[in-house]
């Protein structure tokens, strides 16, 4: 999976920027970060010139993480060939993006109430292979076409924790096949996938990831599960951002479900594996829930293959 944006996005991206002075970016690229670590972002978005700052400040990141949780659910589902994508809270468009990437011939329909991101999601889809999505206006209250995958990235963030079960249970009503929920990787993040999680295994779906089970999840006390994603920086990203890098780590919580059974025989790593000189020790949750698993270095043939493996992947 390549975390960068596609060619023709990136570009789009960066045209944006012509004749925009990048001190009045800046400024605005930070109100939207401040608006993203208090729990959301459109509240905060309402001109042209604050969409473009979120696109340039929050898309490739948002981009990266979603598309490695549509790469899990690939992983988990290697069949799965979803003919139609709901954007549910599409923003700019960077979930639809990474579906196509995923899925070359999947038609698309986003879903947002703010009109300057939906603005800005057409002009960027009418740049490269999005031309034929179709955008419209509305909200998670509203009624929604079905789809074969329905996607929430960094939605339920915007609402009270309480209200993630329900929600999450009401786009899974639109899902024919799938659902994913992508959030922050944060405490309150994770809660709200916690919650989701937990209303739609009863309500009859099947965990596809990053979970190997159906059971309840063990996570407890200040845990949570999350996982990150390194994708690159451009200048403009940099500037904005008053970072020094060229690259950035985004930390994500998802989980995705399916309405078939999805078999499971492995374990998830839960966090980066801790190499000391005895061999590599790894935090992973299966079915029977949290446990620490070693490898000796002197099993050479596991070690060499347990080299291989990071956070996120299975073990």
Known sequence: MNPALPPALAAAIAALLDGVPRKDLAVRAE???????????????????????????????????????????????????????????????????????????????????????????????????????????????????????????????ELPEERAAAVAVDLWQSADKALVLIEPGTPQGFARIRAARAALIAAGAYVAAPCTHDSVCPMT????????????????????????????????????????SVAHNKARILAPPLEAKPGLTFKLCDANGLRAQFVASRDKDEYRGARKLGWGDLF
């Open 31 to 157: 109100k939207m970060s401040a608006a993203y670590r208090t729990g959301g972002t459109s509240h905060a978005i309402t001109t042209p010139l604050d969409a473009a700052a979120y696109a340039v400040a929050r898309m490739p990141a948002t981009y990266a993480g979603i598309a490695a949780a549509f790469e899990k659910l690939a992983q988990a589902m290697p069949d799965f060939a979803p003919a139609s994508l709901l954007d549910v809270g599409a923003g700019t468009g960077a979930a639809s993006w990474a579906a196509q990437a995923a899925w070359p011939d999947i038609a698309v329909t986003m879903l947002d109430h703010n009109p300057a991101l939906r603005t800005l999601a057409r002009k960027l889809a009418d740049s490269g292979t999005l031309a034929a999505a179709e955008i419209l206006a509305g909200d998670l209250g509203v009624e929604k076409p079905r789809a074969d995958l329905v996607v929430a990235g960094y939605v339920l963030a």
């Open 221 to 260: 006390g200040d845990d949570w599960c999350h996982f990150s994603q390194r994708l690159p920086r451009s200048r403009d990203h940099m500037l904005l951002k008053s970072a020094n890098v060229p690259f950035e780590d985004e930390r994500y919580s998802y989980v995705a479900v399916s309405r078939e």
